[in-house]
C-alpha cells in the first residue's frame, strides 16, 4: 500500500473544508472571495466520515496520476527507499536565510533544498551574495552568488548566464525550481522544466487589502500607527491590475506548486492555469525541532515568571504569540481585543497569561497594555521558540495576511498546541480545516475577543483535547520530511513520467 488513507481522510477534510467555506460565504461580506471554493463540495468518495482512520480497500488498487492529482500532495505516502536517480537540481531564490532571521519563503527553500542534498540529489543554488554565508558541509550542495542590483533583487542577466553555464557542464539540470520569480518569467518561458513555488499571489494579497481597508474605515488601530498607510482606494485598484498582470505571466512557468490548497483553487480556476500544471504542496517545519516535550513546560514558565501573574490557585491557562510584531500580522486587532477581554472578563484577568515572543514595534505596544496578564519576552532563536510552543496552551496567530501560510502555525500543531488564526481561505482550507484543531475569528476586535473568550472558557484540558489532534494532523501533513518527499516526487515526475502516478 502505497499510502494512508489519503482518499478518506482528504474527503473527510474536503467535507470539513466545504462546510466551513459554505459557512464563511454566507457569513462573510466578502463572500465573492470565496464563492468559487464552492466546487470543491463535490466528492468523488462518498465515505462516512467516522472511518477516516480505517482503509476502504476497495480502492486499494488504484492508479493515482501524480500531475492532475487535484488535492495536497502531502496526503500521499511516498515509498521510503531512496529513488534510484539523483536529480541534478536548480533552485533559484532571492535571498538565503541567515539563521533565523528569515521569511518564510527563504525558510522554505533552505528546509527544502537541505533535506533534497541530504538525500543525496545535487543541488545548486543561485542566490544573492551577502558578506557572510553560512557553511553547510555538502559536497552535493553549491551555491552560485551574484551581487543583487541596486532595489535589492537578483541580477537576471548574470544569473541566467550561470544558470546555462552549470547546465552546459557535466549535465543539464533535471528540474529548475524557482521561489516566487525568484527566475523572472521572460527567463524561464520556453523551459519545461520550470517549478515556481508561490508563497503570496496579487490575487490573495487583494484580499489583504480589503481586510486593511475595512479596518483602516472601522479605526480599530489603538492609537497612532505610522508603520505603514493603509491602502487607499486607488490602491485597491493598482492590485486588481496586478492580479491581470500575474495571469498572463503565470503562464510563462510550466510547473506551479501552491502552498495552500486556496492557491492551488486560485491557480487552477482564476488565473486559469491548466491543472496539470498546478500542484500543491504544503508547507512543512522541521519536526526533529519543534515537538512535544513536557519538561520543558515549567522550566519556561517559570524562567519567564508565569506563575505569579495568575492570582488564584489554579495553573495559568497560556496563550502564546509569536512572528513580527507588526501590523499586517494583526497585532493591533490583538492589541484592541486582549484590551477588551481583560476589562469585560474577569476569569481571563484572573487566570490569563499572554507570552508575546518575536520582534518589532508591536512588542512595545503589548507593554503599554499595563496588564501584568501580558508577558513580553523579546526574539527567541529557534530552540527556544520550540520550548514556547511547549509553555503554551494555545497559539494565537492574528494575521492579516492572506498570502502563502504561516509557519509559526504549522510549528505550533506539530508542537501539539491547538490554534486561534484569522479565517482565511487558505488557512481554513488547509490548517485549521475543523473546530477539533482549534479556532478561528473574522479580522475585526469584536471576533477575535469572541474566539479569545471561548478559549478561555473552554479551559485547559479542552485545549489539550484539541491538541492532541492538531498533532496527529500536523505530522501527517505538516513535517518538513513530508514536504521534501513530495517536491522530491514532483521534481522526479518531471524529468521521468514513469515516476508520475502511484499506486493507491
Ligand atoms: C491491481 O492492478 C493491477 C494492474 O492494474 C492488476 O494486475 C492486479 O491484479 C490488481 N490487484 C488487485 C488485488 O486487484
Ligand atoms: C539545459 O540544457 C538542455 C540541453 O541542452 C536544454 O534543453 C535546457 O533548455 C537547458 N536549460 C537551461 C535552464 O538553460
Known sequence: MARENPLMSFSFSLRYLCHFTLL?????????????????CYFPYDHNPNTDHTFDHHHDNETIDLLTFSSAWNHLTFSPSKPNKILKIAVVVKKWPQKSQAGGLERHALTLHLALANRGHEVHVFTAASPSFPEYGLKNLRFHLSEPTSGGYLDQASLSQELQTQNASGRPFDVVHTESVGLLHTRAKNLPNVVASWHGIAYETFHSDIIQE???????????ET??????????????????EEVKFFQRYAHHVATSDHCGDVLKR???????????VLNGVDESVFKPDVSKRESFRERFGVRSVAKNREPPLVLGIAGRLVKDKGHPLMFSALKRVFEENKKARENVVVLVAGDGPWGNRYKELGSSNVIVLGPLDQEKL???????????????RAQGLDHTLLEAMVSGKPVLATRLASITGSVVVGPHLGYTFSPNVESLAEAISRVVSDGREELERKGKEARKRSLRLFTASKMADAYERLF?????????TIQA
Open 24 to 40: 464563511i460565504s454566507v457569513l462573510s461580506f466578502v463572500s465573492f472571495l470565496f464563492r468559487h471554493n464552492t466546487t470543491l
Open 386 to 400: 520550540a520550548e514556547f510552543y511547549n509553555a503554551i496552551d494555545v497559539f494565537v496567530n492574528p494575521t492579516l
Open 492 to 500: 522526479l515526475c518531471i524529468s521521468d513520467k514513469s515516476y508520475c
Open 227 to 244: 508603520e505603514q498607510p493603509p491602502p487607499s482606494a486607488p490602491a485597491l485598484t493598482e492590485r486588481a491590475k496586478r492580479v491581470v
Open 270 to 280: 482564476i488565473y486559469m492555469i491548466p491543472e496539470e500544471r498546478v500542484h500543491i
Open 214 to 224: 475595512l479596518l483602516r474605515q472601522a479605526d480599530v488601530a489603538a492609537g497612532a
